[in-house]
């Protein structure tokens, strides 16, 4: 059999680029979406800025933060936190953020900064008594003392003596490098005498997701709390 040549050219297909592009478009828009409701909803990303909670947690770390976890019913002492600064214990930034930035880190493209949030451990619960053991320096909570293995090399529990009882609906917070985290300790003569409300909690930190060498677990730590009583 043989094939006629009819002199016409196959035809082309309709919408090759313009219909590719609407593909990627309808992507990106779906991603951007999904991004927004899980950043929402489920969980941040936020950006380290500072040594406070070195080595635990380092500068330029890139941290996922579960934001189903915010109430005083899912928090534990020994909890990684990031809550939003209500106190003004970070100074008023200088500069405008980059709106590009600005936008991505709005639908969960980019890790938010902590230019408005800040990332402590909790060490007293509402209700805990938590003071410093003058002779060893070691944080004392309910009574019992506490070893804190996840402390930065070279710096104890606390140079500055305190004592409190934290109220109702509050936090008592502090870095790991205790040497250099204006924590709850530096505050104390502050609005709020140095507590963080619970209600301004954004989540528990949970992963460190970049950079890929220090991929791992965000440094919660509930066991050397585990013998404190309750109040």
Do not use: C
Request: hydrophobic share 40%; net charge negative; no cysteine.
């Amino acid at each position: 059999m043989t094939v006629e040549n009819t002199g016409r050219r196959p035809r082309k297909r309709r919408g090759g680029f313009l219909g590719g592009m609407k593909e990627i478009l309808l992507i990106l828009a779906i991603a951007i979406v999904v991004s927004f409701v899980i950043r929402t909803f489920f969980f941040r990303a936020f950006l380290i800025p500072s040594g406070s909670m070195e080595n635990t947690l380092q500068v330029n770390d890139r941290i996922f933060v579960n934001l189903m976890v915010d109430g005083e019913e899912q928090l534990e002492r020994g909890d990684v936190i990031v809550f939003e600064d209500h106190q003004g214990w970070l100074p008023p930034s200088e500069s405008d953020p980059n709106p590009f930035l600005q936008a991505l880190e709005f639908v969960g493209l980019y890790p938010s900064t902590s230019e408005q949030h800040l990332v402590k451990r909790i060490i007293g619960m509402p209700g805990d008594h938590v003071t410093v053991q003058p002779e060893t320096r070691q944080l004392v909570v309910n009574g019992e003392a506490i070893d804190e293995p996840y402390l930065a090399p070279g710096s104890t529990a606390s140079d500055i003596d305190f004592e409190v009882t934290v109220p109702e609906g509050q936090l008592w917070m502090m870095g790991d490098h205790r040497d250099a985290s204006g924590d709850s300790r530096a505050h104390m003569d502050g609005p709020n005498d140095g507590f963080v409300n619970i209600d301004h909690v954004v989540g528990r930190a949970e992963v460190i997701a970049w950079p890929i060498d220090r991929w791992g677990d965000a440094g919660s730590k509930d066991e050397p709390f585990a013998e404190v009583p309750e109040p």
